[in-house]
């Protein structure tokens, strides 16, 4: 809990036991990091679907975040609520399909919250704008690209952010 948080993000992906988790942690990670005024950046994630409503992160997805140096293990899966909208200040989508499920849910002011996380980037790199793909199907491979893409994301974030964040 960050009391009188200086900004409230939202990372969503579908089940939020893999994708939006680590983002979550991948940012939190970066603004540790920073300290100061960025630690008062709140950061929660959800998914657009009630399946794993609870549930820890999946095992492979803590796996690789402590591989980075980070612990997602006390996170439990939500469910993306209305009020959201409202309480957030950007909303971050893992993908395209999340993003349109959320542009459906949203009123047309809170949409403007909505964009790709992946957007973050600057338009010249390789990611820019790209899906971080579900890896839920696949290989542990898979989570470590997630944490890449993910960190690539934070870091160009917290490059835009002034120093006094939410100022
Ligand atoms: P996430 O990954 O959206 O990154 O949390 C998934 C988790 C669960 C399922 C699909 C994707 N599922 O089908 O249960």
């Known amino acids: 809990m960050v009391p009188n948080p200086s900004k409230k993000i939202l990372f969503v992906c579908l089940g939020n036991i893999c994708r939006s988790p680590l983002a979550q942690g991948v940012f939190q990670h970066r603004l540790m990091q920073q300290g100061g005024d960025f630690?008062?950046?709140?950061?929660d994630s959800a998914g657009t679907v009630a399946y794993h409503i609870?549930?820890?992160?999946?095992?492979?997805?803590?796996?690789?975040?402590?591989?980075?140096g980070f612990d997602i293990a006390n996170q439990r899966a939500r469910q993306v609520s209305i009020s959201d909208f409202d309480y957030f200040d950007e909303i971050f989508a893992m993908d395209r399909a999340n993003?349109?499920?959320?542009?459906?849910?949203?009123?047309?002011?809170s949409q403007n919250k909505i964009r790709l996380v992946m957007s973050l980037l600057d338009p010249s790199a390789p990611f820019f704008d790209r899906d971080v793909p579900?890896?839920?199907?696949?290989?542990?491979?898979?989570?470590?690209?997630?944490?890449?893409?993910?960190?690539?994301?934070?870091?160009?974030?917290?490059?835009?952010?002034?120093?006094?964040?939410?100022?």
Request: aromatic share 6%; hydrophobic share 45%; with cysteine.
């Open 39 to 43: 630690s008062r950046v709140a950061l």
């Open 54 to 68: 609870g549930k820890s992160p999946d095992p492979r997805a803590c796996s690789a975040a402590r591989a980075s």
């Open 99 to 109: 993003r349109a499920a959320l542009l459906k849910l949203a009123d047309p002011i």
């Open 134 to 167: 579900d890896p839920y199907y696949g290989d542990s491979d898979g989570f470590t690209e997630v944490v890449s893409m993910l960190d690539q994301a934070a870091a160009a974030w917290i490059a835009s952010l002034s120093p006094s964040v939410g100022n």
